[in-house]
């Protein structure tokens, strides 16, 4: 299989700044339904041998130019090859139609990840490891449930988007007749795009930001859409995701097996965070004494996608994590 030939932006357009301490380049693999996937490679200056590697993905709707590849630049700075990359569908990674999510399809991007990381000559294949932030942490749960090659992975103020979906914010619209409801606008929305011949998108972050918006949306568009992470290729930041994405995720829980993994997983989240209540209930169905919940004190959801302003991230933690369990 021959990756597609994908359009990449070789300037750098981060939203953080570029390293000195690291080598940056353009890669692209293949997933296992053909979608090739684009990727920043982050390898550390002056290295040798074979190194632990780790694939960063996240958050949901976001780029590899934001969250994700301050994270994999980060760990590159401390002696890891990385990579982050776009999802299948997203950012200028392959897949059509454009703008739509699968958690199948996102799981297999992970484990696509581990199978480029696999075959690179300065990577060894037993110490790889994964690192999915908001959307990407339950995926990355997820593909560790399922690849057993997967020998570390950290899950960063994580979204179980498959209850999001089903349940609502905060398990709010918990119910058969809300999703039933859902369901029924969502289908119909299928008709309305199939005779349009294109798929309507749903919106991303709203701006202008309304007065009475809760904390959650508010914190959500100090990012996206202001110059600390606002990209021209997020979705968040942009017109969103295509509106029907929401049904495969409605119909299939992504945890279901989460309490067999064996690898070691660290599960960070915010003590102020939204979203904390998805990382500490997918921790607790997590067995073995190989797996941690950290939770970063005065934290919010988005503290911990660029650090908030006061290093929120706790990269000393998720550095020695990594190498406990990497080698």
Known sequence: MKDEMLTLTQEWDKT???SDKTKHRKVTFHNRYGITLAADMYIPKNASGKLAAIAVCGPFGAVKEQCSGLYAQTLAERGFLTIAFDPSFTGESGGQPRYVASPDINTEDFCAAVDFLSLQENVDPERIGILGICGWGGMAINAAAIDTRIKATVSSTMYDMTRVNAKGYFDEADSADARFAMKQALNQQRIKDYAAGEYELGGGVVDPLPEDAPFFVKDYHSYYKTDRGYHPRSLNSNGGWNKTS?????????????????SAVLVVCGEKAHSRYFSEDAFKKLTGGNKELLVVEGAVHTDLYDGGGKDAIPFDKIESFYYQYLG
């Open 246 to 262: 929401s049904l495969s995720f409605i119909n299939m829980p992504i945890l279901a097996y989460s309490d067999e993994i064996r």
């Open 16 to 18: 953080f700044p570029k």
